[in-house]
């Protein structure tokens, strides 16, 4: 595993400092706790100024909101059998209140940092609370997850998506010696089950392209050879016509499936303005797509203009799980389900290059009990051959769950989040191709049809010139105004700005090279020259451009436009180095030159933050695995324990929408 940079070093230094200013009763500890607080400005200082970049001013947060803690700490009460301190730990980056509260399982926690009950000293970026606990059996449960930690091996860690080593992580680790000695002990990094068991989990419930599975005879279609199984679950013309779908008792017939096709499609054709930005057609659609397929359809006795869903040139690539995308307060609290299409040549002889993504949103309640159930139906995967008969039909009885009409109750009937599109194959054939990217949504007023929307979280094209104007200007004053929530991967971006300017864009494209030497990459920036066209903070700027469809799928990422590469019938799809932590294809680089540590090492974009700072690890698929097999092996949901209230305390939602 490779070593993680100097500012998770220096934030290590300051979480150690920060873990010794909590509240204790004994003296003794009370005089190491002062010798820390007199130090700690000093170490606070150094990382204030890397993660500031320019300006050392950490702004109050204003909406009051604590972000995910960056550690969790425990200790014991002397004398106190039947309680325990818990205590988050933020940097002033992250939540600079005086107070928040956590509704665990139907119980209420109110964490303090004013210097007042429990919490010992106010403003010290510790925020403390006493809850109800058995000492013993918190003591076996957590001695058991060390041993167990010892036994399987350390786990990766990870910070805002980057891979870093447990070793050079921000939190500190549990010791059962110095709990018992009443001093506080982290339990952050507390855990169940082996890199054993997260591997089988990365192998069959994360991110699936296995042939058997995405090309299971059973359940897709071979639109070239004719084989398979037309009406299968997981074929294009079944999910299409689940969203076509207005009834449960009647599908929709082939003409009316045809015009709903057709209908998404046109979309590509004619010029569209959304939020006012003008969206030029993309006119080699009709010649690629639309024209090869009608014909097709008309040799096969189809009426002439309809299409034969038969020969939908699309082929399954892949089948994603993204319960880490759960986030209670967006209304998808049990993330999404995808599939992952690619289209194929008239021909029948390659892939091209569109790929199409549907998201579907998980319809579960709210509730612990409803959610742990979802993701153990995917965990469960793990204890099947990948692809065999129990596999693919356990699989499907997932995606049944929310790619079938009637699975959400209400006008729509089915939970489509969106349906993105990212290709180059119709772009004009004269002037410079550029790859774009498109999102739609599903609408069923005045009738039900896909329609184009605004790209979610990426501004207008036009506000990435990186030169000095009023635009980037603009641009770059927002995201320095929202620094706070970027850094922590907690911000939305609105479709205007005030003044009803127009912010995100109709479309996004990539106006540069995907992959190479920084900074030459595409990505988000502002200028590198001081003053108001310049993003003060090298975290925010990274977050905020690889969050963008544009800088995820390129430079931010050594992402050569696909994560899910587009290939023909018999062949696997071969994964971006973010997702699988090995570099993908079109010249991706890995900057450690090394492919076979499990880490993709991508040098900073826009070439900041120096020799020691600028270079960051991704294996994303790890990252899924390792919270789907934390959140399944947490406590029970009837539990009020310490360690539901740690997941809790730690659980950072995804902004990003891939």
């Not at 010798?35 to 500031?52: G, K, L, R, T, V």
């Not at 139906?377 to 009409?405: E, P, R, S, V």
């Not at 995907?514 to 001081?530: F, K, L, M, N, R």
Request: aromatic content about 10%; some cysteine.
């Amino acid at each position: 595993m490779k070593t993680f940079t100097k500012k998770m070093l220096l934030a290590g230094i300051f979480i150690t400092a920060f873990a010794f200013i909590s509240w204790n009763l004994s003296v003794q500890l009370q005089t190491q706790n002062n010798y820390f607080s007199d130090n700690f400005s000093q170490d606070y200082s150094a990382y204030n100024a890397f993660m500031s970049d320019v300006d050392n001013e950490f702004e109050k947060d204003p909406t009051d909101k604590a972000h995910a803690a960056e550690d969790v700490l425990v200790q014991k009460i002397p004398g106190d059998k039947t309680h325990l301190l818990v205590m988050a730990v933020y940097t002033f980056e992250q939540y600079s209140g005086k107070s928040f509260s956590v509704d665990v399982n139907g119980s209420h926690f109110v964490f303090r940092d004013d210097g007042q009950e429990f919490d010992k000293v106010a403003g010290d970026g510790v925020f403390t609370t006493r809850i109800s606990a058995d000492l013993d059996e918190f003591r076996n449960v957590a001695n058991g997850m060390e041993e167990e930690m010892k036994t399987g091996g350390k786990q990766p860690e990870f910070y805002d998506r980057m891979l870093i080593t447990p070793q050079n992580c921000l939190r500190g680790s549990y010791d059962a010696q110095l709990f018992e000695n009443n001093q506080p002990v982290s339990i952050a990094g507390l855990t169940n089950g082996s890199n054993d068991l997260i591997d089988s989990v990365r192998n069959n419930c994360i991110f699936i392209t296995d042939l058997k599975v995405v090309e299971d005879p059973t359940r897709t279609w071979n639109p070239c050879s004719q084989t398979g199984n037309v009406d299968g679950p997981w074929t294009f013309k079944t999910l299409m016509k689940n969203l076509a779908k207005t009834s449960a008792t009647k599908d929709p017939s082939n003409a009316e499936l045809s015009d709903f096709v057709l209908n998404w499609l046109k979309n590509f054709q004619i010029t569209r303005v959304i939020n006012q930005d003008s969206v030029s057609p993309r006119p080699m659609i009709t010649q690629k797509l639309i024209n090869p397929w009608l014909a097709k359809s008309k040799d096969a006795g189809a009426p002439t203009g309809q299409l034969d869903m038969r020969f939908a040139p699309f082929k399954l690539t892949a089948i994603v799980n993204r319960f880490d995308i759960r986030e209670r307060a967006s209304g998808i609290p049990a993330g999404e389900g995808r599939f992952t299409f690619c289209l194929i040549d008239s021909s029948c002889t390659k892939a091209l290059q569109m790929t199409i993504v549907m998201e579907f949103a998980v319809n579960k309640p709210d509730i612990c009990d409803s959610l742990q159930d979802w993701a153990k139906q995917w965990y469960h995967l793990k204890d099947f051959t990948l692809g065999n008969t129990q596999y693919n039909a356990a699989l499907q009885a997932i995606t049944d769950q929310y790619a079938k009409w009637g699975t959400v109750n209400n006008s729509k009937h089915i939970g489509l989040d969106a349906v993105r599109t990212n290709e180059i194959e119709f772009a004009p054939e004269t002037g410079t191709k550029r790859y774009e990217f498109r999102e739609f949504g599903l609408t069923v007023t005045p009738s039900r049809k896909i329609f184009q929307r605004t790209v979610a979280q990426i501004p207008l094209d036009k506000y990435n010139a990186q030169v000095d104007n009023a635009d980037v200007r603009l641009m770059v004053s927002w995201v320095n105004a929202n620094r706070s929530g970027i850094i922590n991967d907690d911000y939305h971006m609105p479709d205007t700005l005030p003044g009803n300017i127009p912010f995100l864009g109709g479309h996004s494209q990539i106006l540069g090279n995907p992959v190479g030497q920084p900074p030459a990459v595409y990505h988000w920036d502002g200028v590198e020259t001081a003053g108001p066209a310049k993003i003060k903070n090298t975290t925010a700027r990274q977050i905020f451009s690889r969050n963008t469809c544009t800088g995820c799928h390129a430079g931010e990422l050594q992402t050569f436009f696909t994560h899910v590469d587009p290939v023909f019938f018999g062949k696997e799809a071969t994964l971006s180095g973010f997702l699988t932590g090995t570099a993908g294809r079109g010249g991706a680089i890995d900057f450690d030159n090394n492919p076979d540590n499990d880490s993709m090492m991508v040098k900073d974009a826009a070439n900041r933050g120096g020799a020691s700072n600028s270079l960051r690890m991704f294996n994303d698929i790890l990252r899924r695995a390792k919270d789907l097999k934390d959140f399944v092996l947490s406590p029970p949901c009837d539990s009020l324990g310490v360690f539901a209230l740690r997941n809790e305390l730690m659980f950072k939602p995804i902004s990003a929408v891939h």
